[in-house]
């Protein structure tokens, strides 16, 4: 067996050992497993099935007691290239990863606003109503929260957090869905928190039109909050591990372009929103 076949038996047999512990997850009462304390992965029948692929929607339940999050970009000085979330992850001790935002044409640019404590990747604050915000100032904030520019004042808060993630609203301030119906689907990469506070890495790789796939979200026992729309179509991807587990999932449909469920690659993308361990420690 030469080294090229040795490798690709490997990480097939890596994605049979994932694909069956998720079947598995899907299938059970309880649609979570846990990785390690703080980090759950669930597995969720969408009950609106989509036309293509398993409806499945898979989400990373992060708590921010065990957990910080971490922007990462290609743009920034002490990084030089795309990665997909999987190698955002390995390459920089990451517990998990998924795209941060839609980007402009240069490959590298947030379409809004985005910054960390040491980086500007984009100042320009669009009319974007969500903005992820973590890292903050003052310890008596929360350490990580969607901000609804519509119900909160994000001209005081803007001050308060040192890393800044725009992008487009989902869900409103009275937990409702702000998408029209459209007909267009995309595999879909999102964020959200939930009442509890803790973060929601959410990743449909079946299609819906935005609109569905919100309230899909809405009907599922994650007691969603809020959401922000970070990536579509074969680019939308969530990475995690824990131990001796790996799961990796790929976006693929997109109307219009990629209207197909056969994506296999890893999209490199400029920007992504990862998980640390509060006590610094690698996978």
């Keep these: 067996m030469t080294p090229r076949h040795f490798k690709f038996s490997v990480l097939l047999a890596l994605v049979l050992a994932v694909a069956a ?5 899907a299938d059970a009462k309880d649609p979570w497993l846990q990785l390690e304390k703080g980090l759950e992965l669930g597995t969720f029948v969408a009950p609106q099935p989509s036309e293509v692929g398993d409806s499945l929607v898979h989400i990373l339940r992060i708590d921010p007691g065990y957990f ?29 990863a998924i795209n941060a935002s839609l980007y402009q044409a240069d490959n590298r640019t947030s379409a809004s606003l985005m910054r960390t404590r040491d980086h500007v990747n984009n100042r320009r604050l669009s009319k974007d109503k969500t903005i992820l915000a973590f890292d903050p100032l003052d310890p008596s904030l929360p350490k990580v929260q969607i901000i609804d520019r519509e119900c909160q004042d994000f001209d005081a808060l ?39 506070g ?84 690698k996978p």
């Design 68 to 96: 910080e999050l971490r922007l990462l970009n290609a743009s920034a000085p002490d990084q030089s290239r795309r990665q997909s979330a999987r190698e955002w992850a390995l390459n920089n001790g990451l517990a998990a």
């Design 158 to 196: 803007n001050k308060k957090y040192q890393t800044l993630v725009q992008s487009i609203r989902m869900v409103s301030c009275d937990g409702q869905n702000v998408w029209a119906p459209q007909s267009k689907k995309w595999s879909v990469a999102a964020i959200g928190m939930d009442k509890r």
């Design 198 to 281: 803790r973060v929601l890495f959410i990743h449909s790789r079946s299609p819906h039109s935005t609109h569905d796939l919100i309230d899909i979200l809405l009907q599922l026992s994650i007691d969603l909050r809020n959401a922000m729309y970070v990536e579509g179509g074969p680019v939308a991807q969530l990475y995690a591990r824990s131990g001796d587990k790996e799961f990796e999932f790929l976006g693929s449909y997109s109307t219009g372009s990629n209207e197909n469920d056969n994506n296999a690659i890893s999209w490199p993308v400029p920007n992504v929103v990862g998980v640390v361990r509060v006590n610094g420690k």
């Design 21 to 25: 512990v998720v079947e598995l997850q």
